[in-house]
């Protein structure tokens, strides 16, 4: 019987090294895939808000979720995943997910930026195991006509969100009660 182990020892050696390997490369595939769509959600995003591109300019960080999906019929759901961005170079990828319940039915989808405009929020953020919008901190999520009117002087809070790229069949978009935890 050892003899038998010992001649199978080695092809499955190999065989768990070329697995691990392919999931390697399939990580780092999705983490370059991941990264291109940020890219592109953070730059659309910037081309149709200079409140948003304004903010951006000044952010200690910026949390980028390119694709949430959410569906739901009395009881919903929505995730997707995302990156941090700190100085143009992405630092971490997050998940971002949730579970509602209450008059709703449809599906659609969305993107959402949030942006760190102080160190304190920003290193608070990066400690912490998970992220709970709306029982953290102070986020304002900024629509058209409060983003007409923010400039670098009207600043008042260190935690902005822009919500961008909706598409879908479903009534109003909340991120409170989304949690946000970090892809190791």
């Known amino acids: 019987m050892s003899i038998f182990f010992n001649t199978l020892r080695l092809p499955i050696l190999v065989l768990a090294a070329a697995l691990s390997l392919f999931a390697a490369q399939s990580t ?3 983490d370059a ?3 291109r769509e940020v890219d592109a959600a953070l730059k659309a995003l ?8 304004a903010l951006g300019d000044k952010a200690k960080g910026i949390l980028v979720f390119p694709n949430i999906v959410r569906a739901g019929f009395i009881v919903g759901a929505q995730g997707g995943d995302g990156a941090l961005i700190k100085g143009g ?3 971490g990828y997050y998940s971002s997910g949730g579970v509602s319940a209450g008059l709703q039915a449809g599906a659609q ?3 959402y930026a949030v942006f760190f405009m102080s160190n304190k929020e920003m290193k608070a953020f990066e400690k912490s ?4 919008i709306g029982s953290g901190p102070t986020l304002v999520i900024v629509d058209q006509g ?3 009117d923010l400039t670098s002087t009207t600043l008042k809070s260190d935690i902005y969100a822009f919500i961008f790229d909706q598409k879908g069949l479903m009534g109003g ?3 409170k009660g989304s949690k946000i935890s970090k892809i190791k």
């Not at 195991?129 to 709970?132: M, N």
């Open 146 to 148: 409060m983003a007409k």
């Open 173 to 175: 978009i909340s991120l």
């Open 129 to 132: 195991k998970g992220w709970e």
């Open 109 to 111: 989808s969305y993107g």
């Open 33 to 35: 895939h991941l990264d």
């Open 28 to 30: 780092y595939a999705k």
């Open 46 to 53: 910037y081309q149709t808000s200079p409140a948003a591109k």
């Open 89 to 91: 170079k992405t630092v």
